[in-house]
């Protein structure tokens, strides 16, 4: 089954990009201590994300015409590897460079794409995801939200939770129903650009197990849109969102979510003067496991260049890729207990509480494990 996952390697003039990212992430994250860089995902900060985009660093992917790169994934790739190696703020663009763009792009009205793709490329503008609801989340098309039809567009009603961002973002890409009933499965439900500054919107921030509150519950009430917030065919949303869930998962976001943890224990072992054989043998298992989760991504990242949607394959990134960035912060807490009488830094000791805390949501938020392993499954003729 995955004999499709070929080897690959970056081609030149994409590895080319990485100095310039890393010169930027480097600026960025130089005065932010390693529990705050663990926070890659979530560091909200614009300023970051307009100097990516005047540097030609977003909207790779997307054609010159609309202010993108006219580049293929592998670009991308370089960019978000070094972006997250660095653990710089990521949040502001990160939904619209990955997901939102290309969804515009293949599915939106020569107007969207005008309006949108230029704003996201410039990091002007920002988006988020509105896929899950209460009672809704792996069963996506249980979704219950509904825009009904007006004379002059869409009024939407319902409630959409765990959206990442919203209370930062301009746009919300919605997945919903526009006909039938949340029994109806995947017919009927559409993807809406909702403006988050339409009257009618409660956007409530959720306090997570860290501390942070970085996504939203949001409450629709009679909220008027404009007939062009309908993104692709009506009816279509379900296949719409497929595809977009394949962006989501094929990327190496699916592997350094603890990297500046380990990359703060790497450092604690040399400052420490560590060496022993215990200690080589977990750097090595990390460092293999993460050299093989690489390369599985890279391979993923070539069907993505071929045109190919390698939906299966990706799937096994994320979940071994999940169950790796899972791994280090358990392996790292025991090893440090190990040895109670060495001296760890504060930092070191922040950054590791904060990956322990933030680690279940790994196998949760782009799909769960469970689902996941079903898809696989299926895709081995398991199922
Ligand atoms: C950090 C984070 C950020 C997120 N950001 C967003 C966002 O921006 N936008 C958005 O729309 N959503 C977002 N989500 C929501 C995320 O996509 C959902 O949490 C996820 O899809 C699971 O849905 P649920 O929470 O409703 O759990 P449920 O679907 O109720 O699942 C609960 C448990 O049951 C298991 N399960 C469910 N169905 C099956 C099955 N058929 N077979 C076996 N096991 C099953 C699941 O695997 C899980 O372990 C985010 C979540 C997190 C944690």
Same mark, same amino acid.
């Given at each position: 089954?995955?004999?499709?996952?070929?080897?690959?390697? +970056?081609?030149p003039?994409?590895?080319? *990009?990485?100095?310039?990212v890393?010169a930027?992430?480097a600026?960025?994250?130089?005065a932010?201590p390693a529990?705050?860089r663990a926070? &890659? %995902?979530?560091?909200?900060d614009?300023d970051? &994300?307009?100097?990516?985009?005047a540097?030609?660093?977003?909207?790779?992917? *997307?054609?010159?015409?609309?202010? @993108?790169?006219?580049?293929?994934?592998?670009a991308?790739?370089?960019?978000?590897?070094e972006l997250?190696?660095?653990?710089?703020?990521v949040?502001?663009h990160w939904?619209?460079?990955r997901?939102?763009?290309?969804?515009i +792009?293949?599915?939106?009205?020569?107007?969207?794409?005008?309006?949108? *793709?230029p704003?996201?490329?410039?990091?002007?503008?920002f988006?988020?995801i509105?896929?899950?609801?209460?009672?809704s989340?792996?069963d996506?098309?249980?979704?219950?939200?509904?825009?009904?039809?007006?004379?002059g567009?869409?009024?939407?009603?319902?409630?959409?939770i %765990?959206?990442?961002?919203?209370? #930062?973002?301009?746009?919300?890409i919605?997945?919903l $129903?526009?006909?039938?009933?949340?029994?109806?499965? /995947?017919a009927?439900?559409?993807q !809406?650009?909702?403006?988050?500054?339409?009257p009618?919107?409660?956007?409530?921030?959720?306090?997570?197990?860290?501390?942070d509150? /970085?996504?939203?519950e949001i409450?629709?009430?009679?909220?008027?849109?404009?007939a062009?917030? !309908?993104?692709?065919?009506?009816g279509e @949303?379900?296949?719409q969102?497929?595809a977009?869930?394949?962006?989501?998962r094929s990327?190496p976001?699916?592997?350094?979510?603890?990297?500046?943890?380990?990359?703060? %224990?790497?450092r #604690?072992?040399? #400052?420490?003067? $560590?060496?022993?054989p215990?200690?080589?043998a977990?750097?090595?298992?990390?460092?293999?496991r993460?050299?093989?989760?690489r390369?599985m991504?890279?391979?993923?990242?070539?069907?993505?260049?071929?045109?190919?949607?390698?939906?299966?394959?990706?799937?096994l990134?994320?979940?071994?890729?999940?169950a790796?960035e899972?791994h280090l912060?358990?392996?790292i @807490?025991d090893?440090?207990?190990a #040895?109670?009488?060495?001296?760890v830094?504060?930092? *070191?000791?922040?950054?590791?509480?904060?990956?322990? /805390?933030?680690?279940?949501s790994f196998s949760l $938020? @782009?799909g769960?494990r469970e689902i996941?392993?079903?898809?696989?499954?299926r895709?081995?003729?398991?199922?």
């Amino acid at each position: 089954m995955f004999d499709t996952l070929e080897p690959s390697s +970056l081609p030149p003039e994409d590895e080319a *990009l990485r100095s310039r990212v890393r010169a930027l992430a480097a600026a960025a994250t130089a005065a932010r201590p390693a529990d705050v860089r663990a926070r &890659s %995902w979530q560091g909200f900060d614009a300023d970051f &994300s307009r100097k990516l985009g005047a540097a030609g660093l977003l909207g790779l992917t *997307l054609p010159k015409a609309y202010g @993108g790169g006219e580049r293929g994934p592998f670009a991308r790739f370089v960019v978000v590897e070094e972006l997250l190696s660095a653990g710089a703020p990521v949040a502001a663009h990160w939904i619209a460079d990955r997901q939102s763009a290309p969804l515009i +792009l293949n599915y939106g009205t020569e107007a969207q794409r005008q309006f949108y *793709l230029p704003r996201i490329c410039r990091g002007e503008l920002f988006f988020c995801i509105g896929m899950s609801e209460p009672g809704s989340g792996s069963d996506l098309a249980s979704v219950r939200t509904r825009a009904e039809r007006t004379a002059g567009g869409w009024r939407v009603n319902g409630q959409k939770i %765990w959206t990442t961002g919203a209370m #930062h973002c301009d746009y919300m890409i919605a997945l919903l $129903r526009t006909s039938g009933s949340a029994e109806d499965r /995947h017919a009927g439900l559409s993807q !809406l650009i909702i403006d988050l500054k339409a009257p009618g919107i409660t956007i409530r921030p959720i306090v997570d197990l860290t501390g942070d509150a /970085h996504f939203c519950e949001i409450f629709f009430e009679d909220v008027d849109l404009p007939a062009d917030a !309908l993104i692709g065919a009506e009816g279509e @949303g379900w296949k719409q969102v497929t595809a977009e869930l394949a962006f989501e998962r094929s990327g190496p976001e699916r592997i350094y979510s603890s990297v500046v943890l380990l990359d703060a %224990w790497a450092r #604690h072992l040399q #400052h420490i003067g $560590r060496d022993d054989p215990a200690v080589r043998a977990l750097v090595g298992d990390f460092t293999a496991r993460l050299a093989t989760l690489r390369a599985m991504s890279i391979a993923c990242t070539a069907r993505l260049a071929a045109g190919e949607s390698p939906v299966v394959e990706a799937s096994l990134v994320k979940d071994l890729g999940t169950a790796f960035e899972q791994h280090l912060p358990v392996a790292i @807490g025991d090893d440090l207990a190990a #040895h109670p009488d060495e001296p760890v830094s504060d930092e *070191l000791y922040r950054t590791l509480t904060y990956v322990t /805390h933030v680690a279940p949501s790994f196998s949760l $938020r @782009g799909g769960t494990r469970e689902i996941l392993r079903g898809i696989i499954a299926r895709g081995m003729g398991l199922r």
